[in-house]
């Protein structure tokens, strides 16, 4: 990751108020604030060729502003993005940011915003990927994102991830709102809130902070690094109605892949002072995907002041604790405390389920009968 360096407010600053100026006055606004005044704007972009690069210590504020970003290249691919932000420092204050898959050149999928090896602040924005990918890809960055809210826009497509983090980032999301619904539906058009690829002991931040409507909303992997991976703190979120029946989800679900020893873990998870309402009715609200779930190894777990309820407007939860497997070897899971949680009745199945293997410390659960 870049070293740490002061973002300023330059006394240069780009006014913008033209769709087909937003491409040129962000990138020559390295060390300058752009200024994207309040209107709709349609943003063309060939993002195979020719994608928007955000230059180093560039401020973007587009409160009042709405982006609608469409891309002009056949033949695209996953990887291709609408925004670049490579080896820079940068903040985004405000606007509505989506891709209009609908009206672009073809149906391909696209990242909205791909971030490497830079340092981020995202606040009070409103943003969603249409095109079947991520809306923030950051990879060997730190990404702080600060009351925004991630919503589909487009009641057309569905797509994967609102912030996907991986190679070694850091995200601290604070204050924010994920819905996997378009405004007014009930389609699921969006499956998952936050995925992190840890990969090194890195901390992830995540509170204050509601998730709703969603396949997953924290969504945990780790890739077979070899390292030991993962400080995962959440706190103070609200967990509603995980419309899937799939059983590789939850509201937070955590896998990782090959397992081979205590390397491999996930290290020290904090889940505290949250709520969970309904969730899938294959899965629990807080456990490990469902297939192959022995191969998951989490060394300390920490559950603590969480309420647990079954019932939410559209869903009921299988389980609120669910941890069918112990795992095997030094791949096996550890929970370290389960203090101060209770849980209603009405679960699919039952409120706890956790193999007999697993240990188990401070524990003081309260099942409503």
Known sequence: MMSQRGCFYSNKIITVQESDKIQDAIEEAENKVVRIL??????????????????????????????????????????????????????????????????????????????????????????DNGSGRETFSVHNSKGTFLNCLFRPLQNVYTSNNYIRAESGSCIIVDSCEFDGFYHGQTILRMYTAVENNFDGYIPVIIKNSLFKHLRNGIYLVNWTSGKDSGILHVSNCEFIDFSSTWTDSGPICFKTYGVAGDGYCLKELTIENSVFRGGCNQTGQIGVRRYESGNTGIQRLILRNLAMYAEGEYTTAKYAIDFPEAGSGDSIIKIAEMSNIFCSSGYGSQAININNEIPIGKYDVTLES
Request: hydrophobic share 40%; charged share 20%.
């Open 38 to 127: 309040p209107n709709q704007y349609i943003v063309e972009v060939d993002c195979k060729n020719n994608p928007i690069t955000v230059p180093d210590n560039c401020i973007i504020q587009a409160y009042g502003a709405e982006l609608i970003f469409r891309f002009t290249n056949p033949d695209g691919y996953w990887y291709h993005q609408i925004l670049k932000l490579q080896d820079i420092q940068t903040k985004i204050f405000g606007g509505k940011w989506w891709i209009d898959r609908a009206n672009s050149v073809n149906e391909d999928a696209r990242r909205l915003f791909y971030v490497n090896n830079s340092e981020i602040i995202i606040q009070d924005i409103q943003a």
